[in-house]
């Protein structure tokens, strides 16, 4: 399956943690870079966070920086968002995405799971 699938959205309070997971197939998961992107009414899809195949380079918005951590696991093909510190800002639709090739953004998209943070 070409379309990565995401879990581990959910409601929290203010300065909670959640942990997001990104389950992809073969094909997909072996890409160049998976990433999380997020949307919420009002501003579009964003940019969160990237990380390469082999997990030595990583990427963040300036904005999650220092609070949110990506990683992932080959053998059982998941990426991970650590979520820390979390702000109502945060709240949105979180999807997870493949690029196949790099600097020609991503290609293949997760429908998304929910976060929502209360203040």
């Known amino acids: 399956q070409a379309h990565p699938v995401e879990s581990g959205g959910g409601s929290v309070q203010t300065g909670g943690s959640l942990r997001l997971s990104c389950a992809a197939s073969g094909r997909t998961f072996n890409s160049y870079r998976m990433g999380w992107f997020r949307q919420a009414p009002g501003r579009g899809r964003e940019f969160v966070a990237a990380?390469?195949?082999?997990?030595?380079?990583?990427s963040y918005a300036d904005s999650v920086q220092g609070r949110f951590t990506i990683s992932r696991d080959n053998a059982k093909k998941t990426v991970y968002l650590q979520m820390n510190s979390l702000k109502p800002e945060d709240t949105a639709v979180y999807l997870c995405?493949?690029?196949?090739?790099?600097?020609?953004?991503?290609?293949?998209w997760g429908q998304g799971t929910q976060v929502t943070v209360s203040s």
């Open positions: 995405a493949a690029e196949i090739t790099p600097g020609r953004g991503y290609d293949y």
């Open positions: 990380i390469t195949w082999s997990g030595a380079s990583t």
